[in-house]
């Protein structure tokens, strides 16, 4: 058996593209379906890593709800505070911060709650993450 991918629909394609972009995943393949009226973008940080796809149904009209039940998926990054400062420069609220130099939590476009994770041991904790507070849900 073989892991494939894990699936997130998303209500606007280029927003998601946006945010998924901006944690180092790129297009690995999309799929359009005129007859279905979807668009499948599957994304990965690279050729060999595992893929998240994007499921942008055409006709959807409001945000899909139950973010949170969903549960999250998760990246083990190289560097969490400079990821981190990278995702708050361009707006993305940083919902559990990385006050452990390990973990941090932000939310895509669509709710979805995306854990990120420090590659080997935790970064020296430093300011001002060490005394960030959290906020909203994650």
Same mark, same amino acid.
Request: with cysteine.
């Given at each position: 058996?073989?892991?494939?991918?894990?699936?997130?629909? =998303?209500?606007?394609?280029?927003? $998601?593209?946006?945010?998924?972009?901006?944690? /180092?995943?790129?297009?690995?393949?999309?799929?359009?379906?005129?007859?279905?009226?979807?668009?499948?973008?599957?994304?990965?940080?690279?050729?060999?890593?595992? %893929?998240?796809?994007?499921?942008? +149904? !055409?006709?959807? %009209?409001?945000?899909?709800?139950?973010?949170? +039940?969903?549960?999250? =998926?998760?990246?083990?990054?190289?560097?969490?505070?400079?990821?981190? @400062?990278?995702?708050?420069? +361009?707006?993305?609220?940083?919902?559990?911060?990385?006050?452990? /130099?390990?973990? $941090?939590?932000?939310?895509?476009?669509? %709710?979805?709650?995306?854990?990120?994770? %420090?590659?080997?041991?935790?970064?020296?904790?430093? @300011?001002? !993450?060490?005394?960030?507070?959290?906020?909203?849900? !994650?």
């Amino acid at each position: 058996m073989r892991y494939l991918h894990t699936m997130i629909r =998303v209500l606007e394609l280029d927003a $998601a593209l946006h945010f998924f972009s901006l944690l /180092g995943l790129d297009e690995v393949r999309r799929k359009d379906s005129e007859r279905g009226r979807f668009t499948l973008v599957f994304v990965a940080a690279g050729p060999d890593e595992p %893929q998240l796809e994007l499921t942008h +149904n !055409w006709d959807e %009209q409001a945000p899909y709800s139950g973010g949170r +039940n969903f549960g999250h =998926v998760a990246y083990e990054v190289d560097d969490i505070y400079g990821l981190c @400062e990278h995702l708050a420069d +361009n707006g993305v609220t940083i919902l559990r911060p990385p006050r452990d /130099g390990r973990m $941090a939590f932000v939310r895509s476009p669509d %709710q979805i709650s995306v854990e990120l994770l %420090q590659k080997g041991d935790p970064l020296e904790i430093k @300011e001002p !993450w060490a005394s960030m507070a959290s906020t909203g849900e !994650w």
